[in-house]
């Protein structure tokens, strides 16, 4: 069935480190793929995303790459900021249209 | 400003109690979704509407009851069968009826004592 699989965290980088959160995905097909970020208290907003093979998805420095034969949309960003504290969240499109299935979440804490 | 909005932003309420959370948008987005958040465990679809008067259940609908009136309102009651209802709630919408792309509000934290 469909599931996403991500990294446990929490993260703890320092500031300017690079950021690699793993996520995988299980499905028929070709799903859509998108990152979710979540600051405290507050809802999901949509970081990026992808909707087929070898299409990468960016924004504010983050990036991540729809490979099919890995069946992964790792997140990644070069240079990370105290700002990017925050939860994490991969997700893929179901079998059942319009409904999306979320990884558990990854807690990401930059210091300064 | 188009957007989701959720209120309140927190809730308290006794067990035994219904309460019903408010979702709202103007957006103009056919479908809705609500979701529930407990710490490590990710967001678990409640129940979704794709269109006006019709809706289906997600994977945890059990205690849990919905209605789709209106295009731009899709409410959450919280019944006293819900065993555990204590957690933040979210309400998402998207534009179409299939799309993927999901837009959320800013959540209600639920406590019930």
């Known amino acids: 069935g469909d599931s996403v699989t991500q990294m446990e965290g929490p993260v703890t980088l320092s500031e300017e480190a690079f950021l690699t959160i793993n996520c995988t995905y299980t499905a028929t097909g070709y799903p859509s793929l998108f990152w979710y970020v979540q600051y405290p208290g507050e809802g999901l907003q949509l970081l990026l995303k992808?909707?087929?093979?070898?299409d990468k998805g960016s924004n504010k420095g983050f990036e991540a790459t729809y490979r099919k034969e890995t069946t992964s949309f790792h997140l990644e960003k070069g240079s990370v900021q105290v700002s990017d504290s925050a939860v994490y969240f991969c997700?893929?499109?179901?079998?059942?249209?319009?409904?999306?299935?979320f990884g558990r979440g990854t807690q990401l804490t930059v210091w300064p | 400003d188009g957007g989701i909005t959720q209120s309140p932003k927190y809730l308290f309420r006794k067990e035994g109690q219904n309460v019903t959370l408010s979702c709202e948008q103007n957006?103009?987005?056919?479908?809705m979704y609500w979701y529930r958040q407990d710490p490590g465990q990710g967001l678990r679809l409640i129940y979704y509407?794709?269109?006006?008067?019709?809706?289906q259940k997600g994977d945890i609908a059990e205690g849990y009851s919905v209605s789709r009136e209106k295009k731009e309102s899709f409410p959450l009651t919280v019944t006293s069968a819900q065993k555990n209802p204590t957690a933040f709630y979210l309400c998402?919408?998207?534009?179409?009826?299939?799309?993927?792309?999901?837009?959320f509000g800013p959540g209600t934290r639920l406590t019930v004592t």
């Open positions: 998402a919408s998207s534009i179409e009826p299939g799309a993927y792309e999901q837009y």
């Open positions: 992808a909707t087929k093979a070898d």
């Open positions: 997700a893929q499109g179901g079998s059942t249209l319009g409904r999306l299935y």
């Open positions: 957006l103009n987005h056919d479908a």
């Open positions: 509407s794709q269109i006006v008067n019709d809706f």
